[in-house]
């Protein structure tokens, strides 16, 4: 008896139908899992064929890519799987990336990827490849630019605020991986303390947003300064711009661990993806 025919008598899916539901057009998150459901309610999928479907796509291992690939982290976190790629091969990059892909209408994002590393990504023809480089970030699949149902995800406006201009790449680092989850993300540079009118000048920006991040160096004083004048959440984000004294960043995190305003929450030293999602665990539609 071919295994084609025993999946059938036995109601479990074949090879053949469990490739069709791990391909290309399927976006394994909440909706998928709903839409399976519904299927199973309505009585056009058995529940062995849903608990087989469930089970073989949660998680991959990659040889080339040196990697288990989390297929669920959407279901579970709401939040897609980001790739760090400070560290990781072009390939291995590549590889976990096209297999993330697979599963997700959404394009993959890969997060320290320098101008060179980007080279060697793109000499590998991944599927679907766009770099930020200001926010050395790049995705590999996906549309370009969010759906309107990524859209819908989010409350918003998010803002995204430097002290200063060093500390643009990890504020953009922030603001292009929001934005790439759909999040709407307004920008507002170089206003820090050292010139307080600039900020206070922009309180009408303030006022819009329902969450801010706020990225600085040096003394690391803005993130007070900001929460003390608005009624959301604040996400400080240390970065490692300053002169000796300021420790790679340690004395702006010091800072902003001890402030005085409240609602404030830190991150790592220039841990822009971090402040990122974040802030989409803020802004995120709870249904």
């Not at 109601?11 to 391909?23: D, E, I, K, N, V």
Request: proline share 5%; aromatic share 4%; with cysteine.
């Amino acid at each position: 008896m071919t295994q084609k025919r025993m999946a059938r008598e036995e109601g479990l899916p074949s090879r053949a139908s469990h490739r069709a539901f791990c391909s290309t057009d399927q976006q394994f998150g909440r909706e998928a899992v709903l839409k399976l459901l519904q299927e199973v309610q309505q009585g056009g999928v058995s529940p062995e064929t849903a608990a087989m479907r469930l089970r073989n796509v949660s998680m991959e291992r990659l040889e080339a890519g040196a990697a288990h690939v989390d297929h669920h982290r959407a279901l579970r976190t709401g939040l897609p799987e980001v790739v760090y790629g400070e560290g990781k091969t072009p390939l291995q990059i590549a590889e976990i990336g096209k297999a993330l892909s697979r599963h997700s209408e959404e394009g993959i994002i890969v997060t320290r990827i320098t101008p060179e590393a980007y080279e060697a990504i793109a000499a590998l023809d991944p599927p679907g490849l766009r770099y930020y480089p200001e926010a050395r970030v790049c995705t590999i699949g996906g549309q370009e630019g969010p759906s309107e149902a990524m859209r819908a995800r989010w409350h918003g406006p998010l803002l995204v605020a430097t002290a200063g201009t060093c500390d643009l790449p990890i504020a953009e680092e922030a603001a292009v991986i929001a934005s790439l989850f759909g999040m709407e993300v307004e920008r507002l540079w170089d206003v820090g303390v050292a010139g307080i009118h600039r900020l206070l000048s922009k309180q009408d920006v303030l006022a819009r947003a329902r969450c801010i991040i706020v990225v600085a160096g040096m003394d690391g004083a803005l993130p007070s300064v900001v929460a003390g004048l608005v009624d959301v959440p604040v996400i400080a984000v240390p970065t490692s711009v300053g002169y000796g004294a300021s420790f790679g960043g340690v004395s702006a995190m010091l800072t902003m661990l001890n402030s005085c305003a409240t609602g404030v929450a830190v991150v790592n030293i220039d841990n822009g993806f971090g402040a990122a999602t974040l802030a989409a665990k803020c802004l995120m539609v709870r249904e």
